[in-house]
C-alpha cells in the first residue's frame, strides 16, 4: 500500500494523545488509592490539555487525507458495519471527555459522586476519567480493527495489529507524560518512566511479534485465481494504461526493495532502543526525555510508513508491470 | 432475486479495447458527470476509468499463448466495499444486485478500494470521489432507447459478443446457461465474494469428424447406402450440386 501521510500522522499523534491521557488517569486511580501522592489539579487539568492538543492536531490530519472533507460529517452514518465510521464517533467523543476531565481539575469543579464502603471518595473527575479511560480503548481499538478488519490485507488482518496500535499509542503516550511530569511534577518521573519502559518493552514484542508472523505469510491469491488460468507460468504483458492509474499509485509504495529493508531496522531502533536507553538514562536525567519522546515519534513514523508499505495487496497481481 | 453481471469469453474476447472506449464514452456523457483524466494529451496521461483491458503471455515461448483480460467491478453478491464505507456512499441495490456509487454522498476516503481485493474501483482526481463500473445503470432501464440497446455500453459495442449480459440467478438466461455449459468462473474464489460477473475460460475449437460420421456406421435401416464415388478421371457434378 502507499503510505499516506495524513494517515501517519493521524494515527502516531492520536496514539500519543490517548497514550498521555490514559498516563494521567493511571497516575490518579493510584493516588485515589494510596499508592501516590494526589497531584495539584493543575497536573492532571493542563496534561489533558497537551493530550488534547495531539488529538486535535491528528484529527486535523485525518482531514487531508478526504477528498472531500466538507462532507465528513455523513462519515459518521455506518457505524453498524464499518469500523471507520466508528472511529470517527468515537474520536470527537473521546476528546470532549478528555476536554471535560481537564476542565473538571482546571476548574476544580470535582463535587463527590459517592463514597464507596471501604470510604474511597469517588468524584467528578475520577467518573469523568474512567469513561475517558475505555474510550481510549475502544478507539485504540476502531483505529486497529480498520486495519485488521480487512481480510485482503493479511498483513494487517491479524489481532496483532489492534495490539500493537494499543502499546505503540501507550508507550508514546507514557513516554510523553514522563517528560510532562520531569518539569510539572518531578516527584512522579520514576512512575511514569517505569510503566513507559514497561510499555515499550511490550510494544517491541508486539510488533516483533507481528514482523515474525508477516514475514511467514504465505499469499493467499495467485497469478492463477487472478485471472482463472491454471498454467504456472503467466506474465502481464499490459495493464491496459499507458500512462498509470489510480490502482498503480494508491497500491504501490514506490521506493525500492532497499528503502524497505533499511527502514525496518531503522524504526526497530528509533522506536523502541533508543527510547529504552534514554528512559534508563531518563531515570537520573529528565531532560533526556523529551528526546526520548521525540526520537520515538519520529520512528513512530517510520514504523507506521512500514505497516503501510509492508502491506501488499492482492489488486497488484493484476497491475505487475508497475 | 435478480443479480444483473457481465459474463466475459475469454474465448473470442481479441483485446481491441472497444468496450473501453465505449465504456468510457457513455459514463463521461453522462448525468453523472465526466470520467476525469489528467494529462490526456502528454506522455503520462491517466484517468478515470470503469473498465480495462489487460493482456497476460500464458506459457513459454514458443508454446504461449496471449490472453486478453477485461476488468472491471464484478459486482460481488458479497461485495467487501460495501460494509467498510462510512458514508452509506458504497451500496448494493437490492433489486438488481447492481453495486453503485453515490458521487454526492461520497467522502473520498479511499478506504473502499482498500477493501476490493480486484482493484475495480478508481479514483477520479478531478471530482475526488470514488468510481465505479455502474453496469450502466442509466441505461439498462432507459425506456426511451430500444429494447435491444438496453445493455451497457461495453456489451453493445464488443465486436465480437465476448460480453454477454444478463442475470445470473435466472437458470433459463443466456448468461446463467453459458457459465452452466461453458465452464464459467469466478475471479479469486478463495475470498468468498462470490462475484456475480463470470469468465468463460479459453477452449479448443477444433472440429474432428470421423469417417463413421460421414458413412453412418449404425446405419439403423439398412438404407444408407455407401456415398457414390465416381470413377477418378469421371466428370463429377458435385461442385454444381453441393450447393
Known sequence: MKPAFSVIFLTTLLGAGQGLFLALFTHQSYALFGLLPMQSDAFYGYGSAIALLFLACGLVASFFHLGRPERAWRSATQWRTSWLSREVIVLPVFMGVVFLFGVSHLAGYRPEIVTLPSGLLIDLSIVIGTIGTLLAFALFICTGMIYACLRFLREWNSPLTVINYILLGGSSGFILASFYAASAAPSQTHFFVGWAIIITLLAFVGRAASLVRNARLKPKSTMQTAIGVKHPHIVQRSMGAMGGSFNTREFFHGKSPAFLRAIKPAFLLLAFVVPLALLALGMTTPSLLGFAFALQYVGLLAERWFFFAQANHPQNLYYQCV | ?243
Open chain 2, 1 to 243: 432475486m435478480t443479480q444483473l453481471a457481465l459474463v466475459i469469453d475469454l474465448n473470442v474476447c481479441v483485446g481491441c479495447h472497444a468496450c473501453v472506449t465505449s465504456c468510457k464514452e457513455w459514463n463521461t456523457s453522462g448525468s453523472a458527470g465526466p470520467l476525469c483524466d489528467e494529462r490526456p494529451y502528454e506522455a503520462d496521461p491517466t484517468g478515470t476509468f470503469f473498465n480495462r483491458v489487460q493482456t497476460f503471455e500464458i506459457g513459454q515461448f514458443p508454446h504461449s499463448e496471449t490472453l486478453h483480460f477485461p476488468k472491471s467491478c464484478l459486482h460481488c453478491e458479497d461485495p467487501p466495499c460495501v460494509p467498510v464505507c462510512p458514508t452509506g456512499a458504497s451500496y448494493k441495490r437490492k433489486e438488481d444486485g447492481i453495486v453503485l456509487v453515490d458521487y454526492d454522498k461520497c467522502i473520498g476516503c479511499k478506504y473502499c478500494t482498500w477493501a476490493c481485493p480486484y482493484g475495480a474501483r478508481e479514483f477520479d482526481e478531478k471530482q475526488k470521489v470514488m468510481k465505479k463500473c455502474t453496469l450502466c445503470v442509466d441505461r439498462i432501464y432507459d425506456q426511451s432507447l430500444a429494447e435491444i440497446d438496453r445493455k451497457p455500453s461495453c456489451v453493445k459495442a464488443c465486436p465480437t459478443s465476448a460480453r454477454l449480459f444478463g442475470d445470473i440467478h435466472d437458470p433459463e438466461s443466456a448468461v446463467s446457461q453459458a457459465i452452466r455449459e461453458d465452464g464459467g468462473y469466478a475471479l479469486m474464489p478463495e475470498w468468498g465474494t462470490h462475484p456475480a460477473n463470470h469468465y468463460l475460460p479459453r477452449r479448443k475449437t477444433k472440429l474432428k469428424i470421423h469417417e463413421d460420421e460421414l458413412e453412418r456406421a449404425d446405419n439403423p435401416l439398412k438404407v444408407d447406402g455407401l456415398l457414390p464415388k465416381p470413377g477418378k478421371g469421371e466428370s463429377s457434378m458435385d461442385d454444381a450440386s453441393a450447393w
